[in-house]
């Protein structure tokens, strides 16, 4: 069974801290994401990278940033983590060459990340 | 600018059938998703048109219109576990994914 797994479902950190969001896929895809959930909007892309070592901004990368050393994992850095980065964190994986809009995504459980 | 636009929330009955809109303005396109969400899990895929014309697929469909810039998700023999926000998703020329709010489904008994 296809797999994504984010490391925390539920964080809770204090303004300024530094804040890692792991995620691994066991499917062998060359795509992974970084989205934000927010209450009334629709999934914001925050990063993305279609091979190891490559990375890309997405619409909404102030504030993060990111890093893929193995082609399974994908991790989201938050340097200085801010009250308004309060969200959910979705993770995805996907398969393919044609970057970040083809195919069909894998999603983990996503992060709940609290910033006090 | 890119736009999706779904309805916010919908009740159906259980039993029943549901539509459930979607409407978009982009810069090209290259297919349209619908993701279900269950409440604290995952999206998951449920269907992929590129095509006009309807898919089926169980108990769900999709359909889409290019030249209205029109999907719906069509969800037949509802039940309890429906219950769920479905997304919308487009992807506009770049390949790059627009997504609409999502449009959260509240089934009765």
């Known amino acids: 069974d296809v797999k994504v797994t984010q490391s925390s479902r539920y964080l809770v950190k204090r303004t300024g801290e530094k804040v890692f969001l792991e995620c691994v896929q066991d499917m062998d895809h060359e795509n992974m994401f970084w989205y934000r959930q927010d209450p009334g909007l629709g999934l914001r892309l925050i990063y993305f990278?279609?091979?190891?070592?490559?990375?890309e901004k997405g619409d909404i990368p102030e504030g993060y940033s990111v890093s893929r050393e193995k082609k399974e994992r994908f991790s989201l850095i938050l340097e200085s983590a801010s009250t308004n980065q309060t969200s959910m964190y979705l993770c995805a994986s996907s398969q393919g060459t044609s970057g970040r809009g083809s195919g069909e995504l894998f999603f983990g459980e996503g992060s709940r990340l609290t910033v006090l | 600018g890119q736009n999706i636009d779904q309805p916010t929330e919908m009740t159906a009955t259980e039993g029943a059938i549901v539509q459930i809109n979607c409407t978009y303005q982009?810069?090209?396109?290259?297919?349209l998703f619908w993701y279900q969400q269950h409440a604290g899990e995952a999206p998951t895929f449920l269907s992929y048109n590129v095509l006009d014309g309807l898919e089926e697929k169980g108990r769900f469909s999709s359909f889409l219109s290019r030249s209205k810039g029109y999907s719906y998700l069509l969800l037949k023999e509802l039940q309890m576990k429906d219950s769920a926000s479905y997304l919308c998703a487009v992807s506009d020329s770049n390949y790059q994914l627009i997504w609409g709010a999502g449009t959260k489904l509240i089934i009765k008994p």
């Open positions: 982009t810069s090209g396109f290259n297919g």
């Open positions: 990278s279609y091979d190891v070592k490559m990375k």
